[in-house]
């Protein structure tokens, strides 16, 4: 099976063609940071334009890096939501274009389920397990019983973790979005700087960020009125320390009370390296029975390979969308 995969949810456009659910045919990812960048933050109405003038264009990109023309795809997939309207809707009617001129079943995504099916494209999930989803907007903890079933078990209370680190990074002047700078500067620091471990000690899966972020300016800002400064590199290494030591810790508990034998690790902040040894040396050591997914980097940030992954399964289980289907910015994977 050849699925044709579509990707516009926020400021990257891209489309995919994924084999079975597993080969990457073409991945072409088109990011719009520099047009934001110096606006701090993404601008949803030049994401929407920007996706309309790329889109063809990547879609084409795609087709031919493949090596594949319309009469060898199976379906065309797309990301409903959530994300921008605006932007998702580029996307959405794009594939709705293509699904009707060349008569294609059209599957719609979940762009959450996307990251976690990126673990497909990794190495093969296997079930029950458990993801930590960590990106821009969203930082989860979900439970999969089996495939294309959801039961999210815990979630931030406040800011995302991904959202955290582009807030604190904009504090000591690193353009949006910051996590990748903040967690190179990291590797080059030490955690010297106390700063708080939110509901490490609470007896639930749920995760607080906006304290982490509060402590971190004030820290900065104080310096700055005593005419004091303080060490950016130090500060990003003591903010990273505080964001892994609550990720990991509350992921584990949930891979040891839901018994699971995988843990996947999903969205832009799982290309944290921080993160990502943490996980690797601590599961090494005490879980050696656990299975740990991470996807390489090209597949934690967004991208229509891994919207093109998890509609296989959809696509397995023969559910297709009729042409009525909006764009939902406010989409839920839990129904
Ligand atoms: P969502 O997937 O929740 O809808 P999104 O699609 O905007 O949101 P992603 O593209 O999945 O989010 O991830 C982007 C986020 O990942 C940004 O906040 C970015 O700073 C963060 N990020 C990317 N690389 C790193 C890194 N190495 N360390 C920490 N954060 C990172
Ligand atoms: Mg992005
Ligand atoms: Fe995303």
Redesign the pocket.
Known sequence: TRILAIES????TSAAVIEDGKTILSNVVASQIKSHQRFGG?VPELASRHHVEQITYIIEEAMAQAAVSYKDVDAVAVTQG??LVGALLIGVSAAKAIAYAHQLPLIKVN??AG?IYAGELTGDMKFPLIAL??????TELIYMEKSNSYELIGETRDD????S??KI?RVIGVP?????R???MAQLGSDVYDFPRAMIKEDNYDFSFSGLKSAFINKVHNAEQKGEKLDDIDLAASF?AA?VDVLVDKTLRAVEEYKVDQLIV??????????RKRLESIISERYPNLDLIIPP?SL???NAAMIGAAAQILYDQGEFSDYSFNARPGLELYE
Request: proline letters at 4%; glycine letters at 24%; hydrophobic letters at 30%.
């Open positions: 949810s926020c400021d990257e993404v959530p994300g762009h959450i990251h989803v960590v990106s821009g907007g969203h995302a973790a991904g959202e680190y582009d990074g949006y979005p910051g996590g990748k903040i967690d190179e990273q964001a999903a969205g832009g902040v799982a290309a944290n390296s921080g993160l980097l934690c940030g967004d």
